[in-house]
Structure formats: C-alpha cells, structure tokens
C-alpha cells in the first residue's frame, strides 16, 4: 500500500514568490492535514481537509492557503514568501471512523523541504 | 495557549538500557496522545498511541497515560543505537479533529 506521496521534494524559491506544494494521501484516507516544521517552532498546525472541505485551520496568516480535491489529494499554496517560510511543509492522511483499527492516526509523507532566499 | 511540554535532552542511554521520555500536556480534555519518531532528515513515524489511562505495550515499547498528572510516557526497552532519533509527543485537541499538539521533542542517542 502506497504511503502519503509529496511532491516536489526540495524546493528553492525567493522572496515575494509564491509555492504551491501537493499531498497525494494513502488510498482510502480522506482527511489530509498539513503542518510546518522549523528548527525554532516545531511542528505547526497549518490546516485540515476532509471531503473538500476545511475544517480545521492554525495560526497562520492567510498567505497559507490550502485545498483538497475530490479524489483527497491536496494542495496548499504559499503566497508572497518570506525568509520565515522556509521550513519543512509536512502533508499527513488519515483514516475516518469510529471503532476502525487505525483509524484517526496521521501518517506523515516525506515531506517538502522549502528554502526561501 | 494550548502545550505540549518535553524535555528536549539529549537524553543519552547505554545500548541495551531502557530510555524513559516523559511529556507533559496543558488541555485536559485532551484524550488521544501518540508517540512519533523522526530521525534526522526523516518525517515523523508512528511508534505508539494511547487513549486510556495506563500502560499500552508494543514490542520494546511502553506508552504510558496518566490524565490526572496530564503526563504522558514512553519507555523503550533494550535501547539500541537504531533507536536514536527524535522523540516527538502528541496530544489530539479536543474537538479539533485530527489537529495535533506537538512537544518540541526529545532528542535521544544510545550510544554502544
């Protein structure tokens, strides 16, 4: 079964730019997340999509913005980078229900490794 | 603020040791918590989850939950040098759905 697949892996872009990352989730997952990862904060909570939809979104400005497909894979989108973006952008997928083994834990992709300069 | 609290080490254990990391968590209506390994360079991987209080087991590792400490462990058995990486807790926000707290994470190395 084929894991959550991120692309591109590594990106360099500069400032002012915008980036546009991809999540495609394990089949069967229809809730894709998606989290920041930098040396001095940690890993940070961007947002969540569930059939389409947001339902759940972090503390970050709305220059971070995301989307899902019907098919679940997901997109988000950086616009106007700053040197503050660069960082690890981690996409997770998981399982819904109730009482379904495994179900409602994230599973992370590789992640995409974005350096602004 | 809601938190996830860890000490952030180096924890360094002897190979063959056990290794006890420990996570703190400020939502006490929090009810699921796992346990990720990263290693350098690497994304975050599974190791464990935990929904009730007490000791959930899984080969050489043992989550542990107290909900009245708002204390979450991990101990890992027979430490090897493989198991040196980084050890980040999670806490799931109530109502968030799957939105997870992260610790900053534990930095552990066993060394030979």
């Known amino acids: 079964k084929a894991g959550v697949t991120q692309t591109p892996r590594y990106l360099i872009k500069t400032r002012g730019q915008q980036v546009t990352l991809s999540c495609s989730p394990i089949?069967?997952?229809?809730?894709v997340s998606w989290y920041q990862q930098t040396p001095g904060q940690g890993l940070q909570f961007l947002f969540e999509?569930?059939?389409?939809?947001?339902?759940n979104k972090g503390n970050f400005p709305g220059r971070f913005s995301g989307r899902q497909f019907s098919n679940s894979r997901s997109e988000m989108n950086v616009s106007t980078l700053e040197l503050g973006d660069s960082a690890l952008y981690l996409c997770a997928s998981s399982l819904e229900g109730v009482g379904v083994s495994g179900a409602n834990v994230l599973t992370f992709g590789a992640g995409s490794r974005l350096t602004v300069l | 603020q809601k938190e996830v609290e860890q000490n952030s080490g180096p924890l360094s254990v002897p190979e063959g040791a056990i290794a006890s990391l420990n996570c703190t968590y400020s939502?006490?209506?929090?009810?699921?918590f796992f346990w990720y390994r990263q290693y350098s360079g690497k994304s975050p991987e599974l190791i464990m989850s935990i929904y009730s209080n007490g000791d959930k087991e899984d080969g050489r590792f043992t989550a542990q939950l107290n909900k009245a400490s708002q204390y979450v462990s991990l101990l890992i058995r027979d430490s090897q040098p493989s198991d040196s990486a980084t050890y980040l807790c999670a806490a799931k926000e109530p109502g968030g759905y799957n939105k997870l707290i992260f610790g900053a994470g534990t930095r552990l190395a066993v060394h030979p």
């Open positions: 999509y569930f059939s389409e939809t947001q339902r």
């Open positions: 939502d006490r209506g929090s009810q699921s």
């Open positions: 089949s069967g997952h229809r809730s």
